[in-house]
């Protein structure tokens, strides 16, 4: 069943379309998979990466529980049934602690026992899906979650504020409105939006986003930076772009959140 699953997936063309995806690195959402079956738990983790996400395995529940509270991730897909610690026990772990409690949880269960009793019992998931599951079926529910919990975290899209940005359509919006940018305009602030806080240098910029060979001074980055600042910003809007004097320029990350 998984076997030929797999192999569906490798031919469908999913990968090769999100693979624009994988580029999205160190900012892409992160994705923890406790299962202790270990060709499942291998076949959910290549769908994912195929869509852009940064995916963990962990086989066991006593393991998992250990690394969620060095560093959670994004989304937690969690087996019931696992050895050291079931997934039931780590739900309830996680929703009594402040930096987990509305962690996004989707929990898989075997037909049968287990599952009537996910039915019946307040496990903390969000959700659940029942084993046999179709992978379109669990990446649609990891989609829906993120975007019901963590709306900024969806890869492909970056959100600050009421500007989003869409990578997979390269729109643009602020609130309602629609804001048309350069190609130049559209990386920058691409970029600015990976790393909301962060100072980048005017040098860092321009190894970043533009072409080496290009016969470029940082003046520059200046010049493109005001574009996109009158690009987004209107009448009396807030501009989310910080000048950081003798430093260069960063997206606050107060922005949208005061
Ligand atoms: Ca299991």
Known sequence: MIQSDLHEHLSSGDAARNAAFRTSGVNAPR???????TSLAMLLAYNLEAE????ERIERGDEAELRLR??????????????????LEICRRLRARDATRSL?????TARGEE????????TGADDYVVKPFSVPE???????LLRRARPERIAGRLVCGDISLDRETRRVRRGE??????????RLLEYLMEKPGR?????QLLDALWDLAAEIDERTVDVHVGRLRKAIVRGRERDPIRTVRGSGYSLDETFGKA
Not at 70 to 86: I, K, R
Not at 115 to 122: A, N
Not at 199 to 203: D, G, L, M, Q
């Open 52 to 55: 852009g996400y940064q995916v």
């Open 104 to 108: 996004p949880v989707i929990m898989l």
């Open 199 to 203: 100072v980048f240098s005017r040098s």
């Open 138 to 144: 669990l990446m649609a529910r990891v989609r829906s």
């Open 115 to 122: 599952s009537e009793r996910v039915r019946g019992l307040s």
């Open 31 to 37: 994705v923890m998979i406790v299962e202790d079956e």
């Open 70 to 87: 060095e560093s959670p991730p994004d989304l937690l897909v969690l087996d019931w049934m696992l050895p050291g610690a079931s997934g």
């Open 177 to 186: 409105r629609d804001i048309h940018l350069g190609p130049t305009e559209f």
